[in-house]
């Protein structure tokens, strides 16, 4: 069972994420938060696969929690979840750690799809979100595209293919079928691309790839 956190100050928006991720029968809510602080005091007792964060929240916001639980829980993914999809929440949520953004419009299908995807190692953008993600970067692509093709240079073939499937969103084990590797192999090769490409995690390796131009999204 994938074991989720969710915190939303709305008692009705989480009774009804509950009822939608209760609908994945390999998913089960087993905590829920009404703001920041009580999140990551919940997140460290039941220590979940994923924490699922309203950004907007009293005391403690979601992103800051987000922060927080990446830095004490390790093992916890940490996925956004809003009715926003401004820039600025997008990139601090990005650079914080949070490997999962979802907007609470969209198809409960991909709500589902995102938190089964961040608890498989794995990283999930709204489509939406993915699209402001991509025309954001835009107007400085030739820049940031050549010093992408420069950091992945320095990787080796197999090491920049691994990270042309993170790219695409792939998960591990989706990755080790892929080019036919035992799914531990696959684990040593993500870690030692996001340690010389120095990002935090995925989600940003994944933009590293996307600006190199290994994946086309």
Do not use: C, W
């Not at 074991?3 to 709305?10: C, I, K, Q, T, Y």
């Not at 609908?23 to 220590?47: F, K, M, N, T, Y």
């Not at 990446?70 to 949520?93: C, I, K, N, Q, W």
């Not at 950091?151 to 293919?161: D, Q």
């Amino acid at each position: 069972m994938i074991r989720v956190l969710l915190a939303d100050d709305e008692a009705m928006i989480r009774a009804g994420v509950r009822a939608i991720l209760g609908v994945g029968e390999d998913i089960e809510v087993v905590a829920e938060a009404g703001d920041g602080r009580q999140a990551v005091s919940l997140a460290q007792a039941h220590r979940p696969d994923v924490a699922l964060l309203d950004i907007r929240m009293p005391g403690l916001d979601g992103l800051a929690a987000g922060e927080e639980i990446v830095r004490t829980l390790p093992g916890t993914a940490v996925a956004m979840l809003t009715t926003f999809s401004e820039d600025a929440y997008v990139a601090r949520a990005l650079s914080g750690g949070a490997t999962g953004f979802l907007l609470k419009s969209g198809d409960p299908h991909e709500l589902i799809a995102g938190v089964r995807a961040v608890a498989s190692g794995a990283a999930f953008l709204s489509p939406k979100v993915a699209r402001h993600v991509i025309d954001g970067y835009g107007a400085q692509r030739t820049v940031r595209g050549a010093d992408a093709r420069a950091r992945t240079a320095a990787l080796t073939p197999r090491e920049r293919e691994v990270l042309g499937l993170v790219g695409e969103g792939l998960s591990n084990p989706e990755i080790a079928a892929r080019l036919h590797l035992v799914e531990g192999t696959v684990k040593a090769y993500v870690s030692a691309v996001l340690d010389r490409l120095g990002v935090k995690n995925r989600v940003q390796a994944a933009i590293v790839a996307y600006e190199a131009g290994l994946v086309r999204l």
